[in-house]
């Protein structure tokens, strides 16, 4: 009996962690969306300003179209990429935030949960596939985030096309119960 009691307090520890982790991203994501994206969407449709281009009024009719991947992406690739830059940058505290994280994991991102998206509308990548609107700016995918109890790292792309996007890595601190961009470097460019 103490064997089983002794289970479902680890078990329920476990969870309450998890649940903590997930509110917590989303409280990141709704604090910073604008940061992560840009506060503005371009006429061309792209979030990369490109030459002659100009920015979208800010009619609410003009809000454009983002789709979001629902399941965190993990590449070996952009986590050694995170560790070389922190090394680099002597942050020796959040790399060992990517140590204690190691194996846990969010579910799938809850769209209806992010909502301080400015001029963008979300919807899930599956159902942009069956979309045919020019409203549609591009992608944003999320890698596993790192988050403990007053750091994180969450690593984001930010897509206009196949051929179009970066991948940055974000350092968040937690000041006065609100999540602030300590520093901001990119992993990758294509």
């Not at 983002?66 to 993990?74: G, K, P, R």
């Not at 206009?160 to 609100?178: E, F």
């Given at each position: 009996m103490k064997t089983l009691c002794f289970a479902c307090?680890?078990?329920?520890?476990?969870?309450?962690?998890?649940?903590?982790?997930?509110?917590?991203?989303?409280d990141i994501i709704n604090e910073n969306f604008l940061n992560f994206t840009d506060t503005v969407a371009y006429k061309s449709g792209t979030f990369f300003l490109i030459p002659g281009d100009s920015i979208i009024g800010s009619n609410a009719n003009n809000?454009?179209?983002?789709?979001?991947?629902?399941?965190?992406?993990?590449?070996?690739?952009?986590?050694?990429?995170l560790i070389i830059e922190l090394e680099k940058r002597n942050l020796i505290d959040y790399k060992e935030l990517l140590k204690e994280e190691k194996g846990q994991s969010l579910a799938a991102i809850d769209l209806s949960r992010i909502k301080h998206t400015g001029k963008y509308n979300l919807i899930s990548f599956a159902k942009s596939q069956t979309m045919?609107?020019?409203?549609?700016?591009?992608g944003i995918s999320f890698g596993q985030p790192f988050i403990g109890e007053d750091k994180a790292i969450i690593v984001f792309t930010l897509q206009?096309?196949?051929?179009?996007?970066?991948?940055?890595?974000?350092?968040?601190?937690?000041?006065?119960?609100?999540w602030k961009i300590r520093n901001v470097f990119e992993l990758e460019r294509w």
């Open positions: 307090i680890i078990f329920l520890v476990i969870l309450s962690c998890e649940s903590y982790k997930t509110n917590c991203f989303y809000k454009m179209i983002v789709a979001v991947d629902t399941l965190f992406f993990q590449s070996p690739t952009v986590i050694k990429s045919k609107s020019k409203k549609l700016l591009g206009s096309s196949p051929k179009a996007g970066i991948t940055n890595a974000y350092l968040l601190d937690k000041q006065n119960d609100k």
